[in-house]
């Protein structure tokens, strides 16, 4: 199992600032998932964050936008640029322990306000 | 793209009754499913899970499903409690790269 602290739990924030939301783990993990929730819709995966090289963003994402960090093993930032109030959501980091048993764990999301 | 899809945004169900949340994907290359549950304020918990080798898992009052031919798995509660009410959501992975999830599906249970 792994637990993710993630912060902050909530913020709100005035268009065209950035928040840096951030994760730490407490066990080392190769590959880190950053994902959004908006109202109504389904978790939807941002990026893949694998530590000593660039995130891979999915379609819709760009770095600009949403530029991740991962300094370590551990440690992970994902950070939401000039945001908009189209960026209010539910920000998720997760990892996955992958084998038989394979199952994901999340942080406790942070959600977002842009007024 | 939307590759796995909770197709029912909400469900609601009387205490005791049995709660069927339902869940499709398009992805053949799927071969690992999950279902996660989520409380306000909080991050997705996992509930149970099934492999594409079999066709039921089973977990005290949690059952899930899994139609490969249909590409449909649906979750059963039973009996559902009112402690059960939180957002459902349906996860697929193919091989160890990364998850999808579906939209959830808001479960309802009324006492």
């Known amino acids: 199992s792994a637990v993710i602290s993630q912060k902050p739990s909530r913020d709100i924030c005035q268009r065209g600032t950035s928040l840096t939301i951030q994760c730490q783990v407490d066990?080392?993990?190769?590959?880190m998932f950053w994902y959004r929730q908006q109202p109504g819709q389904s978790l939807t995966l941002i990026a893949t964050?694998?530590?000593?090289?660039?995130?891979?963003?999915e379609s819709g994402f760009v770095i600009d936008k949403f530029p991740i960090s991962r300094p370590n093993l551990t440690f992970s930032t994902l950070t939401v640029s000039n945001m908009s109030p189209e960026d209010s959501s539910i920000y998720l980091c997760?990892?996955?322990?992958?084998?038989?048993?394979?199952?994901?764990?999340f942080g406790q999301g942070t959600r977002l306000t842009v007024v | 793209d939307q590759q796995v899809k909770q197709n029912s945004p909400s469900l609601s169900v009387q205490e005791g009754r049995i709660s069927i949340l339902n869940c499709d994907y398009t992805?053949?290359?799927?071969?690992?499913f999950l279902w996660y549950k989520k409380y306000p304020a909080e991050g997705p918990t996992f509930l149970i899970s099934?492999?594409?080798?079999?066709d039921k898992n089973e977990d005290g009052r949690f059952t899930v499903f899994l139609n490969k031919s249909a590409k449909h798995l649906s979750l059963h509660i039973v009996p559902s409690q009112p402690g059960d009410s939180a957002v459902y959501f349906c996860?697929?992975?193919?091989?160890?790269?990364?998850?999808?999830f579906g939209a959830g599906t808001r479960l309802t249970v009324k006492p």
């Open positions: 997760s990892v996955v322990s992958w084998g038989k048993n394979t199952e994901a764990f």
């Open positions: 066990s080392q993990v190769t590959m």
């Open positions: 964050a694998n530590q000593g090289s660039e995130a891979t963003y």
């Open positions: 992805n053949s290359m799927f071969d690992y």
């Open positions: 099934i492999s594409s080798i079999k």
């Open positions: 996860a697929a992975s193919a091989g160890n790269n990364d998850m999808r």
